[in-house]
Structures are given as structure tokens and as C-alpha cells.
């Protein structure tokens, strides 16, 4: 990892997350940039368009300090505990009832994909 490396990666990240402003401005979409943006990475993964070791050491610094990330989203969460607490219920069942359908949508589609593949190799 040196240092080249990973101002290259950040490079190549935040040259995407600026094509992906852009492109959603000019079109008028409501979409996250940052979301297009990883959309496009992939896709110039997947294409070899970019090599992996262009961007590896900066995702690798970013994954490591993921963490850190989250804590200003958490310590907010301080701001509205007296809501949290009042909408506890209503909040305990949503995470009950999406964690469910979540497995459920998931066991489906592993199953599905699992019998397809059998299927596909008689």
C-alpha cells in the first residue's frame, strides 16, 4: 500500500461520484449519486475497464474506518431519543416484520436459484 496507490483510488472514486452528480443533474433524476456511482464502479469492474489494484488500498483505508463513519449518524440519534423511546413499538415491529420478509424473500430466491442450477446440469 503506498501512497500513490491509494490517492489513485481516491481518485478514481471521487472522479465517479462527480460523473454521477452530473449525469443525474443534467437528466433531472432523483436518484443518490452515490449509489450510481457504485453502480458504475461495479460495472467497470466487472468490464476490466478498471483494474481492482486501481482502487483495492483506498477501499481497503475506507472499509477499515467504516466505522467511524456511522458514529456522527449514531451520537444524532441522541437528538431524538424521546421520539425513539414514544415510537418504540412501531419501530421494534417494522425491524420484526422487514427482517422476516427479508428472509423469506431470500430462502425463496436461494431456493430458486438452487433448483434452476440442478436443473440446468441434468
Known sequence: MTAGSILRGIAILLALQWVSVLFLQALHIAFPPALLGMILLAVLLLTGVIREESVEDACTILIEKMGMLFLPAGISMLLYLDIIKAESIAIFITIIVSSLIILITTTA???????????GKH
Not at 109 to 119: A, D, T
Open 109 to 119: 430466491f436461494v431456493e430458486l436459484v438452487s433448483k434452476h442450477s440442478k436443473g
